[in-house]
Protein backbone atom coordinates (compact mmCIF):
# COMPACT_ATOMS: atom_id res chain seq x y z
CA UNK A 1 0.00 0.00 0.00
CA UNK A 2 1.03 3.54 -0.89
CA UNK A 3 -0.31 6.53 -0.52
CA UNK A 4 0.07 10.16 -0.20
CA UNK A 5 -1.51 12.10 2.44
CA UNK A 6 -0.36 15.55 2.10
CA UNK A 7 -3.22 17.19 1.15
CA UNK A 8 -5.83 17.48 4.31
CA UNK A 9 -9.07 16.56 4.56
CA UNK A 10 -11.39 19.38 5.95
CA UNK A 11 -14.93 19.20 6.51
CA UNK A 12 -16.80 22.39 4.75
CA UNK A 13 -19.19 23.92 7.84
CA UNK A 14 -22.81 25.46 7.27
CA UNK A 15 -22.50 28.69 5.68
CA UNK A 16 -25.74 29.96 7.30
CA UNK A 17 -25.50 28.60 11.19
CA UNK A 18 -22.51 28.59 13.91
CA UNK A 19 -22.23 25.04 15.33
CA UNK A 20 -21.02 25.45 19.47
CA UNK A 21 -18.20 23.52 20.14
CA UNK A 22 -20.16 20.74 22.21
CA UNK A 23 -21.91 19.54 19.26
CA UNK A 24 -18.78 19.53 16.82
CA UNK A 25 -19.36 17.47 13.68
CA UNK A 26 -18.43 13.65 14.92
CA UNK A 27 -16.73 12.79 11.78
CA UNK A 28 -14.34 15.71 12.36
CA UNK A 29 -14.25 15.21 16.18
CA UNK A 30 -13.79 11.35 16.15
CA UNK A 31 -11.27 11.45 13.06
CA UNK A 32 -9.28 14.71 13.46
CA UNK A 33 -7.19 15.33 10.10
CA UNK A 34 -3.42 15.15 11.82
CA UNK A 35 -4.10 11.67 12.11
CA UNK A 36 -4.61 10.87 8.46
CA UNK A 37 -1.74 13.39 7.43
CA UNK A 38 0.89 11.38 10.13
CA UNK A 39 -0.12 7.72 9.16
CA UNK A 40 2.45 5.83 7.95
CA UNK A 41 1.71 2.40 5.97
CA UNK A 42 2.98 -0.72 8.10
CA UNK A 43 5.14 -2.05 4.90
CA UNK A 44 7.19 1.57 5.36
CA UNK A 45 8.41 0.32 8.56
CA UNK A 46 10.98 -2.50 8.34
CA UNK A 47 9.66 -5.55 10.42
CA UNK A 48 10.87 -9.50 10.07
CA UNK A 49 8.58 -10.25 8.29
CA UNK A 50 9.80 -7.56 5.25
CA UNK A 51 13.74 -6.88 5.93
CA UNK A 52 14.55 -9.01 3.12
CA UNK A 53 18.19 -7.57 0.78
CA UNK A 54 16.22 -8.94 -2.05
CA UNK A 55 12.09 -7.47 -2.77
CA UNK A 56 10.49 -7.66 -5.79
CA UNK A 57 9.79 -4.17 -7.73
CA UNK A 58 5.96 -5.00 -7.16
CA UNK A 59 6.50 -4.95 -3.04
CA UNK A 60 8.72 -2.29 -2.90
CA UNK A 61 6.03 0.09 -4.83
CA UNK A 62 3.02 -1.55 -3.36
CA UNK A 63 4.23 -3.02 0.03
CA UNK A 64 3.01 -6.19 1.22
CA UNK A 65 -0.24 -5.96 -0.31
CA UNK A 66 0.10 -5.22 -3.44
CA UNK A 67 -2.38 -2.40 -3.92
CA UNK A 68 -1.53 0.97 -4.57
CA UNK A 69 -3.08 4.65 -3.63
CA UNK A 70 -6.56 3.67 -4.66
CA UNK A 71 -8.26 0.73 -2.85
CA UNK A 72 -9.25 -2.16 -4.82
CA UNK A 73 -12.65 -3.55 -4.50
CA UNK A 74 -13.54 -7.14 -5.48
CA UNK A 75 -17.46 -7.13 -4.71
CA UNK A 76 -19.80 -4.48 -3.18
CA UNK A 77 -23.57 -6.46 -2.45
CA UNK A 78 -25.60 -7.50 0.01
CA UNK A 79 -24.55 -10.79 1.94
CA UNK A 80 -25.90 -13.28 3.73
CA UNK A 81 -22.93 -15.28 4.56
CA UNK A 82 -22.60 -13.40 8.01
CA UNK A 83 -23.06 -14.23 11.58
CA UNK A 84 -27.37 -13.95 12.19
CA UNK A 85 -27.29 -10.26 13.97
CA UNK A 86 -24.79 -9.23 11.70
CA UNK A 87 -27.21 -9.73 8.21
CA UNK A 88 -29.98 -9.69 9.79
CA UNK A 89 -33.38 -9.35 7.59
CA UNK A 90 -31.51 -7.43 4.91
CA UNK A 91 -28.12 -8.78 4.34
CA UNK A 92 -25.06 -7.17 5.54
CA UNK A 93 -23.29 -4.23 2.84
CA UNK A 94 -20.63 -6.36 2.86
CA UNK A 95 -17.48 -4.70 0.52
CA UNK A 96 -14.55 -6.73 0.00
CA UNK A 97 -11.67 -5.51 -0.49
CA UNK A 98 -9.08 -7.15 -2.71
CA UNK A 99 -5.07 -7.88 -1.25
CA UNK A 100 -4.10 -8.46 2.23
CA UNK A 101 -1.38 -7.95 4.28
CA UNK A 102 -1.35 -11.38 5.48
CA UNK A 103 -0.40 -14.35 3.34
CA UNK A 104 -2.36 -17.72 5.07
CA UNK A 105 -1.61 -20.45 3.19
CA UNK A 106 -5.28 -22.08 3.99
CA UNK A 107 -7.42 -18.26 2.69
CA UNK A 108 -11.04 -19.41 2.33
CA UNK A 109 -11.14 -15.66 0.20
CA UNK A 110 -7.95 -16.87 -2.16
CA UNK A 111 -9.59 -15.23 -5.23
CA UNK A 112 -10.73 -12.14 -3.22
CA UNK A 113 -7.52 -11.60 -0.85
CA UNK A 114 -4.75 -13.01 -2.86
CA UNK A 115 -5.50 -12.25 -6.80
CA UNK A 116 -5.91 -8.33 -6.88
CA UNK A 117 -9.17 -8.95 -8.65
CA UNK A 118 -11.57 -6.20 -8.78
CA UNK A 119 -11.93 -2.19 -9.47
CA UNK A 120 -10.08 0.85 -8.05
CA UNK A 121 -12.13 3.43 -5.88
CA UNK A 122 -11.24 6.55 -4.66
CA UNK A 123 -12.80 6.97 -1.12
CA UNK A 124 -15.05 9.21 -2.70
CA UNK A 125 -16.30 7.26 -4.76
CA UNK A 126 -16.15 4.09 -2.16
CA UNK A 127 -18.06 6.19 0.29
CA UNK A 128 -20.88 6.26 -2.72
CA UNK A 129 -21.16 2.91 -2.78
CA UNK A 130 -21.90 2.89 0.98
CA UNK A 131 -24.78 5.26 0.43
CA UNK A 132 -26.15 3.10 -2.12
CA UNK A 133 -26.13 -0.44 0.02
CA UNK A 134 -28.16 1.74 2.40
CA UNK A 135 -30.37 3.53 0.60
CA UNK A 136 -31.30 0.68 -2.24
CA UNK A 137 -30.09 -2.28 -0.31
CA UNK A 138 -31.21 -1.30 2.49
CA UNK A 139 -29.00 -3.38 4.57
CA UNK A 140 -28.02 -2.99 8.20
CA UNK A 141 -24.38 -2.39 7.83
CA UNK A 142 -21.21 -1.43 5.92
CA UNK A 143 -19.13 -4.16 6.10
CA UNK A 144 -15.70 -3.71 5.11
CA UNK A 145 -14.17 -6.98 4.84
CA UNK A 146 -10.02 -7.25 4.90
CA UNK A 147 -9.35 -3.27 5.23
CA UNK A 148 -6.29 -3.80 7.29
CA UNK A 149 -4.28 -3.02 4.49
CA UNK A 150 -6.07 0.07 3.16
CA UNK A 151 -6.82 2.12 6.35
CA UNK A 152 -6.82 5.48 5.29
CA UNK A 153 -8.66 5.22 2.12
CA UNK A 154 -11.47 3.61 4.38
CA UNK A 155 -11.46 6.42 7.01
CA UNK A 156 -11.76 8.64 4.28
CA UNK A 157 -14.32 7.36 2.65
CA UNK A 158 -16.66 6.75 5.84
CA UNK A 159 -16.30 10.08 6.58
CA UNK A 160 -17.23 11.02 3.24
CA UNK A 161 -20.38 8.82 3.19
CA UNK A 162 -21.21 10.44 6.76
CA UNK A 163 -21.17 13.62 4.91
CA UNK A 164 -23.46 12.35 2.53
CA UNK A 165 -26.34 11.17 5.46
CA UNK A 166 -24.58 7.27 5.78
CA UNK A 167 -26.26 6.42 9.01
CA UNK A 168 -26.31 2.32 9.05
CA UNK A 169 -22.90 1.30 11.64
CA UNK A 170 -19.68 0.24 10.02
CA UNK A 171 -18.42 -3.44 10.72
CA UNK A 172 -14.07 -3.30 10.58
CA UNK A 173 -14.01 -6.84 9.70
CA UNK A 174 -10.60 -7.79 10.47
CA UNK A 175 -8.13 -10.40 10.92
CA UNK A 176 -6.69 -9.06 13.85
CA UNK A 177 -3.24 -8.14 12.12
CA UNK A 178 -3.57 -4.36 12.53
CA UNK A 179 -1.32 -1.95 13.54
CA UNK A 180 -2.35 0.22 16.48
CA UNK A 181 -1.93 3.47 14.15
CA UNK A 182 -4.36 1.91 11.99
CA UNK A 183 -6.98 1.33 14.60
CA UNK A 184 -6.33 4.67 15.92
CA UNK A 185 -7.93 6.12 13.18
CA UNK A 186 -10.50 3.81 13.16
CA UNK A 187 -11.68 5.24 16.55
CA UNK A 188 -14.86 6.33 15.80
CA UNK A 189 -15.53 5.54 12.74
CA UNK A 190 -15.56 1.24 13.57
CA UNK A 191 -19.16 0.62 15.25
CA UNK A 192 -18.54 -2.70 15.12
CA UNK A 193 -14.93 -4.87 15.40
CA UNK A 194 -15.72 -8.14 13.81
CA UNK A 195 -12.09 -9.29 14.46
CA UNK A 196 -10.43 -13.24 13.75
CA UNK A 197 -8.24 -14.70 15.86
CA UNK A 198 -6.67 -17.47 13.84
CA UNK A 199 -3.81 -19.28 16.19
CA UNK A 200 -1.75 -18.84 19.29
CA UNK A 201 1.32 -20.28 18.24
CA UNK A 202 4.47 -17.90 16.55
CA UNK A 203 5.39 -21.26 15.12
CA UNK A 204 2.03 -22.09 13.40
CA UNK A 205 1.88 -18.26 12.47
CA UNK A 206 5.24 -18.53 10.69
CA UNK A 207 4.49 -21.52 9.07
CA UNK A 208 0.53 -21.03 7.97
CA UNK A 209 -0.10 -17.37 8.18
CA UNK A 210 3.74 -16.30 7.22
CA UNK A 211 3.31 -13.99 9.81
CA UNK A 212 5.45 -14.81 13.30
CA UNK A 213 4.44 -12.07 15.06
CA UNK A 214 0.46 -12.53 14.27
CA UNK A 215 -0.53 -13.90 17.35
CA UNK A 216 1.15 -11.26 19.49
CA UNK A 217 -0.37 -8.33 17.24
CA UNK A 218 -4.06 -9.92 17.28
CA UNK A 219 -3.78 -9.79 21.39
CA UNK A 220 -2.82 -6.22 21.36
CA UNK A 221 -5.35 -4.55 18.20
CA UNK A 222 -8.07 -6.93 20.06
CA UNK A 223 -7.31 -5.02 23.58
CA UNK A 224 -7.89 -1.96 21.59
CA UNK A 225 -10.77 -2.86 19.52
CA UNK A 226 -12.65 -3.53 22.73
CA UNK A 227 -11.46 -0.91 24.65
CA UNK A 228 -13.22 1.61 21.72
CA UNK A 229 -16.57 -0.26 21.04
CA UNK A 230 -17.01 -2.56 24.10
CA UNK A 231 -19.02 -5.76 24.41
CA UNK A 232 -21.39 -6.10 21.47
CA UNK A 233 -25.08 -4.89 21.90
CA UNK A 234 -28.25 -5.05 19.82
CA UNK A 235 -31.25 -3.49 18.38
CA UNK A 236 -34.20 -4.74 20.02
CA UNK A 237 -34.84 -7.01 16.91
CA UNK A 238 -31.46 -8.52 17.31
CA UNK A 239 -29.17 -6.55 15.13
CA UNK A 240 -25.74 -5.81 15.98
CA UNK A 241 -25.52 -2.11 16.63
CA UNK A 242 -21.88 -1.56 18.44
CA UNK A 243 -19.40 -3.72 20.16
CA UNK A 244 -16.78 -6.25 19.50
CA UNK A 245 -17.87 -9.98 18.03
CA UNK A 246 -14.58 -12.16 17.94
CA UNK A 247 -14.34 -15.30 15.62
CA UNK A 248 -11.72 -18.59 15.86
CA UNK A 249 -11.98 -20.52 12.95
CA UNK A 250 -10.92 -24.32 14.22
CA UNK A 251 -8.07 -25.60 12.25
CA UNK A 252 -7.42 -29.64 12.24
CA UNK A 253 -5.08 -30.65 14.34
CA UNK A 254 -5.00 -26.69 16.27
CA UNK A 255 -7.53 -26.70 19.29
CA UNK A 256 -5.03 -26.71 21.83
CA UNK A 257 -4.37 -23.57 20.50
CA UNK A 258 -8.02 -22.37 20.25
CA UNK A 259 -8.65 -23.30 23.73
CA UNK A 260 -5.38 -20.54 24.75
CA UNK A 261 -7.05 -18.25 22.50
CA UNK A 262 -10.64 -18.60 24.64
CA UNK A 263 -8.42 -18.09 27.97
CA UNK A 264 -6.81 -15.11 26.81
CA UNK A 265 -10.12 -13.66 25.82
CA UNK A 266 -11.93 -14.49 28.89
CA UNK A 267 -9.06 -13.05 31.36
CA UNK A 268 -7.69 -10.21 29.56
CA UNK A 269 -10.66 -8.92 27.45
CA UNK A 270 -14.11 -9.79 29.09
CA UNK A 271 -16.20 -12.59 29.47
CA UNK A 272 -19.03 -11.04 28.15
CA UNK A 273 -17.04 -11.27 24.65
CA UNK A 274 -19.88 -12.50 21.94
CA UNK A 275 -17.75 -15.61 20.22
CA UNK A 276 -17.91 -17.25 17.15
CA UNK A 277 -16.54 -20.48 17.05
CA UNK A 278 -16.75 -21.64 13.54
CA UNK A 279 -16.38 -25.42 11.97
CA UNK A 280 -16.58 -24.70 8.38
CA UNK A 281 -12.90 -24.85 7.49
CA UNK A 282 -11.64 -26.45 4.23
CA UNK A 283 -8.53 -27.45 2.66
CA UNK A 284 -7.79 -24.08 0.28
CA UNK A 285 -5.50 -21.85 -1.47
CA UNK A 286 -2.18 -24.02 -1.14
CA UNK A 287 -3.17 -26.62 1.46
CA UNK A 288 -3.60 -30.17 -0.56
CA UNK A 289 -1.69 -29.15 -3.36
CA UNK A 290 1.21 -31.29 -5.37
CA UNK A 291 4.37 -31.05 -4.02
CA UNK A 292 7.03 -29.82 -6.12
CA UNK A 293 8.93 -32.75 -7.94
CA UNK A 294 12.70 -33.24 -7.00
CA UNK A 295 15.10 -31.75 -9.47
CA UNK A 296 17.29 -35.19 -9.73
CA UNK A 297 13.86 -36.57 -11.73
CA UNK A 298 13.35 -39.91 -9.59
CA UNK A 299 9.79 -40.78 -9.83
CA UNK A 300 8.55 -40.49 -5.70
CA UNK A 301 5.27 -41.07 -4.06
CA UNK A 302 2.77 -38.04 -5.20
CA UNK A 303 2.89 -35.70 -1.58
CA UNK A 304 0.72 -32.65 -1.08
CA UNK A 305 1.58 -29.69 0.38
CA UNK A 306 0.03 -28.82 4.37
CA UNK A 307 -0.80 -32.49 4.62
CA UNK A 308 -1.69 -32.16 8.30
CA UNK A 309 -4.34 -29.82 7.73
CA UNK A 310 -5.40 -31.32 4.34
CA UNK A 311 -8.82 -32.19 6.09
CA UNK A 312 -12.01 -30.91 7.31
CA UNK A 313 -12.33 -30.41 11.05
CA UNK A 314 -13.97 -32.59 13.38
CA UNK A 315 -16.59 -32.33 15.78
CA UNK A 316 -13.97 -33.48 18.85
CA UNK A 317 -11.95 -30.78 17.84
CA UNK A 318 -14.56 -28.34 17.66
CA UNK A 319 -16.64 -29.35 20.68
CA UNK A 320 -12.60 -29.28 22.67
CA UNK A 321 -12.41 -25.53 21.46
CA UNK A 322 -16.24 -24.80 22.98
CA UNK A 323 -15.91 -26.06 26.43
CA UNK A 324 -12.52 -24.39 26.69
CA UNK A 325 -14.78 -21.58 25.89
CA UNK A 326 -17.20 -22.06 28.15
CA UNK A 327 -14.61 -23.32 31.43
CA UNK A 328 -12.79 -20.40 31.14
CA UNK A 329 -16.51 -18.22 31.47
CA UNK A 330 -16.87 -17.20 28.04
CA UNK A 331 -20.75 -17.32 27.66
CA UNK A 332 -22.16 -15.79 24.48
CA UNK A 333 -21.70 -17.52 21.42
CA UNK A 334 -22.89 -17.21 17.94
CA UNK A 335 -25.44 -20.53 18.24
CA UNK A 336 -28.16 -21.53 16.16
CA UNK A 337 -31.01 -19.26 17.35
CA UNK A 338 -34.40 -21.46 18.94
CA UNK A 339 -37.23 -19.83 17.16
CA UNK A 340 -37.03 -17.75 14.11
CA UNK A 341 -35.56 -14.66 15.25
CA UNK A 342 -31.66 -13.75 15.47
CA UNK A 343 -29.05 -14.94 17.88
CA UNK A 344 -28.35 -12.83 20.42
Known sequence: MMLSLSRRWAVNAPKTTLIAPKILNRSLHLAPPFLLDDYVPRYMTLSSRDAAKKRSLAYEKTGMCLIG???????????FGEEPCIQGHNGSGS?????????????????????RNGMDLTPEELG???????????????NIVTPEHVVPQVALSILHARDQGLTV?????TSSFDSLASLKLMDGLADIYLADFKVWKPSTSKRLLKADDYAATARES????????????????GIA???LLIRHLVMPGKQDEGAEIMKF????????????????????????????AKSDGKEEKQE??????????NAQEISSVRKAAEEAGLWRFNDPPGHDGFAI
Not at 96 to 101: D, R
Not at 128 to 142: A, F, P, S
Open 69 to 79: EKAKVNTIAPH
Open 95 to 115: VFMSGCNMRCIFCQNYDIAHQ
Open 128 to 142: DWYIKLQEVGKVHNI
Open 169 to 173: PIVYN
Open 222 to 237: IKVMHAQVGDLCFTGD
Open 241 to 243: KKG
Open 265 to 292: LANEVSTDCFINIMEQYHPDAHVGKPKR
Open 304 to 313: VRYADINRAV
